[in-house]
């Protein structure tokens, strides 16, 4: 390849990726008279690894050569990154008739992104949900409404996408004028740890007489707390 400034260049760039995902999940349902229980159980381990390769040739003394490795000026590289998450999960479903509905969920997530004082979050969740249109006092709009559920649930979701390595402070080289330095490359912070989203959610779901579709109308609240940045150094 010929750049803008007239300069002969080739590159190879090799990489590889593995990684694994493994779930185990348990499940229990019971219906006792107007009630209904389902429980579940979960838990979830994922790792990944990733390589990088490269090499890069600058300026060759004749068009016959065009591997990186047979260029006068010769740049090469690897990297290597690797991160893990281990989560456990919890769920309870309740509901009376149908009609009452209650929902409780606690999730707790390990990332090794983070310092090792705060690698875990915790994330619980509640819902309630009221099915209006199975009372009787509903019946005077059921010839317009078939259908109208209120709901209301709070919880908490975690982000841990900071990148690897974001709590330890690394170096790396750099050049300027034909002369190669060490810098840092990142800040690290033993303290990193998940942000945190509060999402509160309010709305009602119904359905028309005259339609077969369902409508959701709602409010949602979403305020974060340490909330993660990459700190970018000059």
Known sequence: QI????????????????????????????????????LLGASEMQSYTSKLNS????????????????????????????????SYIGRANYDFQDRYLLSVSFRADGSSRFGPDNRWGYFPAVSLGWVLSDENFFSTLATTVIFFKIRLSYGLVGNSEIGDYSYLSTYGTSTYDANTGLGISNVGDDELGWETTSQLNIGITFTGFSTRYRHSIGLICLPSTNILRVLITC
């Open 3 to 38: 750049t803008s400034h007239g300069r002969s260049v080739a590159s190879t760039v090799n990489g590889k990726r593995m990684g694994y995902n493994w779930k185990n999940i348990v499940n229990y349902t019971k219906s006792f008279g107007q009630h209904n229980l389902d």
């Open 55 to 86: 090499v890069f040739g600058d300026t060759f003394i004749n068009s016959t050569l065009t591997r990186p490795q047979d260029a006068a000026i010769i740049n090469a590289s690897n990297g290597e990154s690797t991160y893990s998450f281990l």
